[in-house]
């Protein structure tokens, strides 16, 4: 009778029921289409910095998983505006990590963490490495790891990707490196640790470590070079690129 139980409860649990937020980014519109009945409030319908409107959505919607994918992205902006930055990226982190525990259900919280969290300066980080930001994004973002520590059921995932579209840019550093992947692949990565039930923190990387040059001519084979010389602007994590301890490594999918 037990054995049939857990059949059937193990079933149940196989159909899975998603919470995306983030849902309309470059991340979150892969992940929509590998989880196609998930919740994908928009930022209007779930605004993670408003806690009243957190609460009352986890409260009112049911669901087992969370991949919380929601941020304020890019490192202008983000150093432009911190009030802005830490509202969304730490106390918006936050509020959904309360509102989770006050629901006192069973859920696993995924959050998608970067490279960034790193110094940068020699590349090919682990796990286990130690953090070490270098702009104010990349700060939110580590402390919005420690927010999502608090629950008994998290899975960190840090990774580094780009849509798989034109280059946004007319040039792109030959002296900034990653394990990149395209938005899709990292998508997929998920949907993979989140089904071997992972927990604690993964990267989700690519198998081999290139230049944000080389990564924009897989898509944009017009694109100009530029060194970090050319620019100007807050500092910039410089070699993103990751190595994993805890899982596979994926090859960057055909830019076609
Ligand atoms: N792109 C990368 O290179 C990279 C690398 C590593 C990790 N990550 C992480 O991966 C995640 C997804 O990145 P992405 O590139 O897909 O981001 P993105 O394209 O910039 O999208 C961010 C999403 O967050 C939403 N959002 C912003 N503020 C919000 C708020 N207060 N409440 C609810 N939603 C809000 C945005 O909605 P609106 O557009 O409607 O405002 C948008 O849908 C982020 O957590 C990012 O830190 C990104």
Known sequence: MGKVYNTVYLSIRRKLSVLITGGNGSLGTELKKIFPSALTPSHQELDITNKKNVIDY???HDFDTIIHAAALTHIRPCEENRPLAWNTNVEGTKNLVDAVLDKKKDIKF??????????????????????????FYALTKLIGEYEVNRLPEYLII????VAKKKWPYPRAFVDRFGTYLFAQDVSKGIMDVQKENL???????????IS???????????IQPMTINDYTGPRLTMDMSLDTERWKKYRISDPQ
């Open 212 to 222: 944000m040059f080389e990564l924009a001519k897989l898509t944009t084979p017009e």
């Open 199 to 209: 927990y604690g923190y993964v990267h989700i990387v690519g198998d081999k470590r």
């Open 158 to 161: 840090r990774t580094n990707f």
């Open 110 to 135: 995924i959050y998608i963490s970067t490279a960034c969290v790193f110094d940068g300066h020699t590349g090919m980080y682990k796990e286990n490495s130690i953090p070490y930001p270098e702009n």
């Open 58 to 60: 986890i409260r009112n």
